[in-house]
């Protein structure tokens, strides 16, 4: 996508879907299987926050705790308690695998607010793979625990016997079409503000092409401002979805009658 304005013989041009492109981190080669990209380069960053926040940040386990330690503890009791609450207590041995998604998720949304960063979450080849780890980790956990009596997550037997049949082929299509949801909403919604942003930021140098100018780059700076503080709410609820959705798909697994 690309716009052109000009006035005066200025020209502006602007590409909102460039900040997605994966390319080398060194170089302007092909991107190959091993090649060190953009993506990678804020993966690794992300592992590096959560490793800064969770471990070295409460290695003291002062008993008055550093406000370091304070976010951390209060990350850890929201997604327990999250898990305790919407999947039960015997949900809480994969306890770390959520806190993991949650706090990867978090910080790739974060970090990728940082002018001339990269967004991983805006990708749907990183969360394809989440979506699918979850769809499968629950899928064969549900007939490790429950055997051929996991299949009743799509028999509804409150419903009407006659609707049944109908119903159990629409939790079929449903079920299957979770990986799908799952990781296209999170990807859609990172990729749609980020792209929101960049056009709006593409008017704030019209200042310098013309009087037009004068009235348009005040609006596009309060516009930018408004968004980036949306983008910022946005960033944590798409990570609370995921996780909390991960955990609805865990609690079917372990009770699943409806």
């Known amino acids: 996508m690309a716009e052109d304005t000009k006035e005066g013989g200025a020209e502006l041009v602007f590409h909102p879907m460039d900040q997605f492109i994966v390319k080398p981190l060194f170089g302007d080669g092909p991107v190959g299987l091993f090649t060190v990209t953009n993506v990678t380069f804020w993966m ?8 800064a926040l969770l471990v070295l940040g ?3 386990r002062s008993t008055i705790p550093t406000r370091i330690q304070s976010i951390a503890e209060l990350a850890y009791g929201f997604i327990r308690k999250m898990v305790e609450d919407v999947a039960g207590k015997d949900a809480l041995p994969y306890f ?3 806190m993991t998604l949650f706090m990867f998720i978090v910080f790739s949304n974060f ?4 002018p001339g960063s990269f967004t991983t979450t805006s990708h749907i080849a990183v969360t394809a793979v989440m979506a699918m780890a979850v769809f499968l980790a629950v899928t064969i956990l549900g007939f490790v625990k429950n055997g051929a009596g996991f299949l009743g997550v799509f028999w509804i037997s409150s419903a009407p016997l006659v609707l049944r049949p ?3 082929l629409i939790e079929v299509i449903s079920y299957f079409v979770r990986p799908v949801s799952h990781s296209i909403r999170l990807a859609g919604n990172m990729m749609a503000g980020h792209a929101v942003i960049k056009v709006f930021a593409a008017f704030a140098p ?5 009087w037009i100018g004068v009235v348009v780059t005040p609006l596009s700076i309060i516009a930018i401002t408004a968004i980036y503080a949306l983008e910022v ?4 609820i798409q990570a609370y979805v995921f996780t909390i959705l991960t955990c609805v ?3 079917d697994a372990l009770h699943p009658h409806h």
Do not use: D, N, Q, R
Not at 111 to 114: D, K, N, P, S, T
Not at 206 to 210: K, N, P, Q, V
Not at 233 to 236: K, N, W
């Open 111 to 114: 970090l990728g607010l940082i």
């Open 233 to 236: 709410l946005v960033s944590f």
């Open 166 to 168: 109908v119903l159990a």
């Open 249 to 251: 798909y865990l609690k």
């Open 206 to 210: 019209m200042i310098l092409i013309g």
């Open 44 to 51: 690794a960053l992300t592992v590096l926050a959560i490793f």
């Open 96 to 98: 770390p695998y959520i």
């Open 58 to 60: 409460t290695s003291g």
